[in-house]
């Protein structure tokens, strides 16, 4: 069974202001009828470097990049080529949507080029201690 993964956002609401504060994104991830584990992008990261660390001849694929690269000034909705989302301090959705997709797809190749491995388990199942 491949992992599946769904993306929400999550923060505070300043009341006074009405804006998000501390906003960030949270990847659910679940696999092989386990509960949801929460998962942020960082956490993500350390999982790539675990597994370059632990099969280094393997083709361990890239993540998205946490930001995106900065567009065209001429594009709508943004300022100076940055989104105004991201000036604003709130996560682009179609940026989010693209990231949950290819972080998706990081780990089913991983679940496929590498089913025995614990930090990959512990990752996906919510092991204390996968980073290890």
């Known amino acids: 069974?491949?992992?599946?993964?769904?993306?929400?956002?999550t923060g505070q609401l300043n009341p006074s202001t009405g804006e998000t504060e501390g906003c960030f994104t949270v990847?659910?991830?679940?696999?092989?009828g386990q509960p949801p584990v929460r998962r942020r992008y960082s956490e993500f990261e350390l999982l790539r470097?675990?597994?370059?660390r632990t099969h280094p001849f393997a083709i361990v694929p890239p993540i998205p990049e946490k930001e995106a690269a900065a567009t065209p000034a001429a594009a709508?909705?943004?300022?100076?080529?940055?989104?105004?989302?991201?000036?604003?301090g709130r996560p682009n959705p179609?940026?989010?949507?693209y990231r949950l997709r290819m972080l998706e797809s990081f780990l089913c190749h991983a679940v496929?080029?590498?089913?025995?491995?614990?930090?990959?388990?512990?990752?996906?199942?919510?092991?204390?201690?996968?980073?290890?």
Do not use: N
């Open 112 to 132: 496929q080029s590498f089913p025995a491995d614990v930090g990959l388990e512990a990752f996906l199942t919510g092991g204390l201690d996968w980073v290890r």
């Open 1 to 9: 069974m491949l992992p599946q993964i769904v993306a929400s956002s």
């Open 49 to 52: 470097a675990h597994l370059l």
């Open 94 to 97: 179609h940026q989010v949507q």
């Open 27 to 32: 990847y659910l991830c679940q696999w092989r």
């Open 76 to 88: 709508k909705g943004t300022m100076g080529g940055l989104p105004w989302s991201s000036l604003l």
